[in-house]
């Protein structure tokens, strides 16, 4: 089961695929009950939670949602708990992130606490891999966020029967 689009998407007027106005959610707070659904998902047992691409001016009023590790990281696995593997929204395709530069997007979004890069241009997978492999060689921060990542993924992949070899 996948929890999507956290931290909410019912309160902003725009599509963040395909525009980058109206896509600022400025009701939405850390107590707010617009998160029970959120929380309700997490206690069912969510596999993932995929992060909005839209913008949360009293979550965070300098980061996008997926570029957030106030949303991701504090939010998110700090205050809902989630300890399952985090995803994006779609980082290739979507007007909304079209102003970061798509080497950007992959790392920022491992850096705020996410695990899996989605992305529905196939053409920015190179650029996303390249930069988040020189991400890892470069610096022992990011190659910690890496490995915890890999392993939330694995683990996913493990309980459902999906990392047996024949």
Same mark, same amino acid.
């Given at each position: 089961?996948? +929890? ?20 600022? /959610? ?24 995929? *992060? ?24 998110? &696995? #700090? ?9 994006? /929204? /779609? ?5 909304? +992130?079209?102003? +970061? ?8 979004? *491992?850096?705020? #606490?996410?695990? *899996?890069?989605?992305?529905? /241009? ?9 930069? *988040? ?7 022992? &921060? ?25």
């Amino acid at each position: 089961m996948t +929890v999507k689009h956290f931290p909410g998407l019912g309160r902003i007027t725009g599509n963040t695929d395909t525009t980058g106005v109206g896509i600022t /959610d400025t009701t939405t707070t850390a107590t707010s009950g617009y998160l029970d659904p959120f929380a309700a998902g997490i206690a069912a047992g969510a596999d993932l939670v995929m *992060i909005s691409n839209a913008w949360y001016s009293k979550l965070d009023a300098t980061h996008q949602a997926p570029f957030s590790a106030a949303i991701v990281t504090g939010l998110l &696995r #700090g205050q809902l708990g989630y300890r399952g593997t985090v995803v994006s /929204d /779609d980082l290739g395709n979507a007007v909304a +992130v079209s102003s +970061v530069p798509v080497a950007l997007r992959a790392t920022r979004f *491992i850096r705020a #606490g996410g695990d *899996i890069v989605l992305t529905a /241009d196939p053409s920015t997978v190179p650029t996303m891999t390249r930069a *988040i492999m020189l991400a890892r060689a470069s610096s022992p &921060r990011f190659k910690e966020l890496m490995d915890a990542a890999v392993l939330r993924v694995l683990t996913m992949k493990t309980e459902r029967g999906l990392t047996r070899c024949s």
